[in-house]
């Protein structure tokens, strides 16, 4: 062999490689996701190892911890009382609820920290959708959206720093950004779930807030989100809804999940001139945890990979589980 180019020379030595390393993964490219409930007890999620609903106390002294680490950036779940959920959601306004009191206490203890917020209906809602569901089964876009536009303000009032829509209907990032500026609230920014598939990988999150569409006596309810979140096999769609949530005044674009849509994610970096973010969602974190709980895979490694893998497909910002667990290993490294 007489080749000159010799593309290891640039891989020989740890020196070397730093030297030529084009990603780097740093805590404050981690938003880390946190489960909360009305209860004065941590319990931990089955399906998710190391992943817990917090009581607000614990939740607090979490929130320190991951700021140490370096993470500048969470986002809150709410588990929702059962005996709170309606056909409205309503309670997801309820300035009195459990996120606006988190986020007030958070604000209050740790406010340095930014915050960000899911608005849709599922955790709220006892048929287990984004959306207001009429008697036939249809998700009823303008009427949810109406709503929606009460639980940001509601949450933007408590302190949110990031209203994060997630509940794809049409429209709501226009709405959204419209009541949170006549309210004054100009500077509250707006993270939209904007390429959000309907995943298969969501299963672990929706056991965790019990928030799985539910069978109803008296009317249809659809049994999956596919009639607003996107067709996995669709790649176009993402330029539209990425076109219109930007229009629309959206601050942050999120494609989410994560792993099984690099491809988007570098799609919609080169497209738009605002940051991406990926969501490593609960289904893709426990793939990992169960294979390096049975020994098959190296917990650490897989993990920075995969979300070093975010990193280089485009992604600035990545919402994982593993946040507090990579930030420690980062440091180590
Ligand atoms: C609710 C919501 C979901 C997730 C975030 N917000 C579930 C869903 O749409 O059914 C999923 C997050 C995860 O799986 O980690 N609208």
């Not at 209906?121 to 009429?134: A, I, K, Q, R, T």
């Not at 993990?303 to 910002?317: D, N």
């Amino acid at each position: 062999m007489n080749s000159i180019i010799r593309p290891r020379r640039l891989r020989r030595t740890e020196a070397i490689r730093q030297m030529v390393s084009e990603n780097k993964l740093s805590p404050e490219d981690f938003i880390y996701p946190i489960f909360v409930h009305d209860k004065d007890f941590k319990e931990e999620i089955s399906a998710m190892p190391g992943i817990f609903r917090w009581d607000i106390k614990g939740l607090i002294e979490e929130v320190k911890r991951a700021w140490e680490l370096g993470i500048r950036c969470i986002v809150l779940f709410p588990k929702v009382d059962d005996n709170l959920k309606t056909e409205d959601g309503a309670e997801c306004f309820n300035e009195a609820g459990l996120i606006p009191r988190v986020i007030r206490k958070l604000k209050k203890e740790v406010p340095q920290m930014a915050i960000m917020t899911d608005v849709a209906l599922d955790p709220y809602s006892c048929d287990g959708h984004d959306g207001l569901v009429d008697q036939d089964g249809n998700i009823l876009n303008d009427e949810t959206i109406a709503i929606l536009e009460k639980q940001a303000l509601t949450q933007a009032d408590a302190g949110a720093d990031f209203i994060g829509p997630s509940d794809m209907m049409d429209g709501r990032v226009g709405a959204i950004r419209k009541s949170l500026d006549k309210n004054g609230f100009i500077d509250v920014g707006i993270i939209s779930y904007t390429a959000k598939y309907s995943s298969a990988y969501y299963g672990p999150f929706r056991s965790a807030l019990d928030s799985a569409p539910r069978l109803n006596a008296n009317k249809l309810i659809p049994k999956n989100k596919s009639s607003y979140q996107m067709d996995p096999a669709n790649a176009k769609e993402a330029y539209l809804e990425s076109s219109l949530d930007q229009f629309e005044g959206a601050d942050i674009l999120m494609v989410k999940p994560g792993l099984s849509y690099l491809d988007i994610i570098y799609r919609l970096n080169n497209f738009s001139n605002k940051p991406i973010a990926a969501y490593n969602v609960s289904g893709e974190f426990s793939m990992i945890k169960a294979a390096s709980m049975k020994g098959w895979i190296n917990e650490k490694d897989v993990v920075l990979e995969t979300l070093l893998s975010f990193k280089r497909a485009g992604a600035k910002l990545i919402l994982s589980y593993h946040a507090c667990d990579a930030a420690n290993w980062l440091k180590e490294n």
